[in-house]
């Protein structure tokens, strides 16, 4: 009777334990597309967006241009791009630093609508208010 209790005690501890789920094709799926998210919801890649568009917006004048920038969402498909950015000004021969900010908007990973860049000096009482509004990370 002893040997009979010692046996059922180890198949209940041994026998019951959760088994392993064999992988079939649609689990891979799933995971495969919860570790691959879009490239457009990358903030490296929005952030590079919203640059682009503001290096585009300033005169023809400016070169080595550098940006010190980040991404402020808003929603899952839109945003703000905000931060500093320095370059030479090659007609007055000076560097100039100035920040900025730029609304973005994405469908299907492409900007589907963008504000106009806003770029002003920190002197600037209203666009640094609104810039504080748009883009505090708090």
Request: aromatic share 16%; hydrophobic share 30%; net charge neutral.
């Amino acid at each position: 009777m002893y040997k009979v209790i010692l046996l059922l005690s180890f198949l209940v501890l041994f026998g019951c334990k959760p088994k392993d789920e064999p992988k079939t094709l649609e689990n891979k799926i799933d995971e495969q597309s919860k570790e691959e998210k879009p490239p457009y919801l990358d903030w490296g890649k929005r952030i590079s967006f919203g640059e682009n568009i503001v290096s585009k917006s300033l005169d023809s004048g400016a070169l080595n241009i550098s940006f010190d920038s980040f991404y402020k969402y808003v929603g899952e498909n839109d945003g703000y791009v905000c931060g500093k950015m320095k370059w030479t000004d090659t007609y007055r021969q000076k560097e100039i630093e100035k920040y900025f900010y730029i609304y973005l908007s994405f469908l299907n990973g492409q900007v589907s609508s963008h504000s106009e860049p806003m770029v002003f000096e920190a002197n600037q009482e209203y666009p640094l208010k609104k810039y504080k509004m748009f883009c505090s990370l708090n």
